[in-house]
């Protein structure tokens, strides 16, 4: 278990909750064996916190939000690494190859001050990752709730669906404790490790796929590409090859991908008639701590409305992968209607899909 993380509200604003975030993501990126982005990011407190001048610093000093919830700190560090990725600094490439005996500060200092109009726009948005491991959850939320009784025959609608990798989830292939979902061989194939006893194997289909973003990733376009890129922790390769073949399947054919925001996506999709004999299911991962609060109420709103229509050849499900900030691990969270309106931890999982604890785990990041 990770014990040494301090604690703050993901919401939380004021004196000291800028370093205490940046603390936070250096703690949590050394236990996820992220050694290399856990440097950037502490060398990027220590500037701040021993006043290093610079426009970029001061914004980040009187962040008027909540860092923790922005994602401040891998803001920052997604701008460097695109440095990095580009070969504009030999410097940094020292830290990102986790090179001994570096005044990372001064590296990062002089790298900032190259590079700041450049680095600017990164603070504009919260990092856009979804990474395509996170699909396996998804995954063995469908066979959970196939094996409840509910319709196996799934349209999926995701919100936050940055590029739409989550989207393609169709497309490829699961080893799920042993149970083989999807197609052979798969544009990706998953297996995570797996924890606790083989999910059920039941016959799923995902007949449609849907998503929105606010802001909208192309992955055929190679700048937005490189972004994407940018906000991987380098230290995790297997994540640039899954990241190198959801842009293959994109070439290929586009995910279906709307430019809005998620309540308006909610309320207008599930305004619309659901087939007989399907599973309407809303799932998101790593997205709920940006969606604004009064989003989030009218989400929870709509859904819950909705679910008091729901009728057995047409239940509704909602799917949540996401931050459990008070244990630091992440949870599948599902609830179904009608009969499963409570929410049921389905998994405990790592948040790039390297292990799955099934029913829950004690395992952390």
Known sequence: MVTDYKFIDINATGDGVVTAAFDNQVTYCTA?????????????????????????????????????????????????????????????????TNRAGLDDPA??????????????????????????????N?????????????PP??????????????????????DLGGVQVGPEPGAIRFAPEWEGGAPPSQPISIVSAKGCDVAPVDLTDPGEALRLKAYIWPEH????????????????????????????????????????GT???LMHSIVWQYVPADQQARVTYAIEQAGKTATHDRPLAWVALEANR????????????????????????????????????NRTV
Request: aromatic share 8%.
């Open 279 to 281: 599973t309407r299911m």
């Open 32 to 96: 996820a064996n992220a050694p290399v982005t856990a440097r950037i990011v502490a060398a990027l407190r220590d500037l701040i916190a021993r006043g290093e001048p610079g426009k970029l610093f001061d914004i980040v000093r009187s962040w008027p939000g909540a860092p923790l919830a922005d994602a401040l700190p891998l803001r920052l560090a997604g701008g460097i690494h695109s440095l990095h990725l580009k070969g504009r600094d030999d410097n940094l490439s020292q830290i990102y």
């Open 138 to 150: 998804f995954i063995a939320a469908m066979l959970w709730l196939a094996e409840k009784g509910l």
């Open 237 to 276: 390769t297997v994540r640039f090859e899954r990241m190198e073949a959801a842009i293959r399947e994109a070439g290929r054919m586009r995910p279906d991908l709307v430019a809005m925001n998620a309540a308006d996506f909610v309320e207008a999709e599930l305004a619309k008639p659901q087939a007989g």
């Open 153 to 174: 025959l799934f349209e999926c609608l995701e919100i936050g669906s940055s590029a739409g990798i989550n989207l393609m989830l169709d497309r490829y292939h699961y």
């Open 107 to 136: 590296i990062v200092a002089a790298a900032v001050r190259a590079f700041e109009t450049e680095l600017m726009p990164w603070l504009d948005g919260p990092p856009q990752t979804n990474e395509a491991g996170r699909s396996s």
């Open 326 to 361: 008070v244990m630091h691990v992440h949870e599948m969270v599902v609830r179904y209607w009608p009969g499963g309106e409570e929410p049921v931890i389905v998994t405990r999982a790592h948040p790039h899909g390297a292990w799955i604890g099934w029913g829950g785990s």
